[in-house]
């Protein structure tokens, strides 16, 4: 986590995602976006097709600032990820979820 903070990182999970209980699924924000995000709430949500869990994050920052919009980064191969599978595995996603 030392290379993670000389680059201006901070990791938001601190508990355990994994079914062997060790913190496998990491968020990190930088510097800049740490102080323009405040989280409110952090849901670890175990799933049952997966020994990983879910991560919900809700921030209470009202409308992010404007900034240069990135392009989206994957970081598993593309060919390995199946999002129509993701989605119904995953299941309808409740309204209180998606305000």
């Known amino acids: 986590m ?5 680059m201006d990182l901070t990791q938001l999970i601190s508990g355990p995602t994994h079914t062997g209980e060790s913190t496998l699924d990491l968020i990190f924000v930088s510097g800049q976006w740490q102080s ?3 989280l409110g709430a952090l849901a670890i949500e175990p799933l049952s097709w997966t020994d990983h869990s879910l991560l919900r994050l809700d921030f209470l920052t009202t409308a992010p600032n404007c900034r240069e919009p990135e392009p989206l980064r994957w970081f ?3 060919h390995l990820m199946e ?5 119904r595995e995953l299941g309808v996603i409740s309204e209180t979820l998606t305000h």
């Open 83 to 87: 999002p129509d599978r993701f989605q």
């Open 76 to 78: 598993r191969p593309r």
């Open 2 to 6: 030392a290379s993670m903070t000389a």
């Open 36 to 38: 323009d995000l405040k």
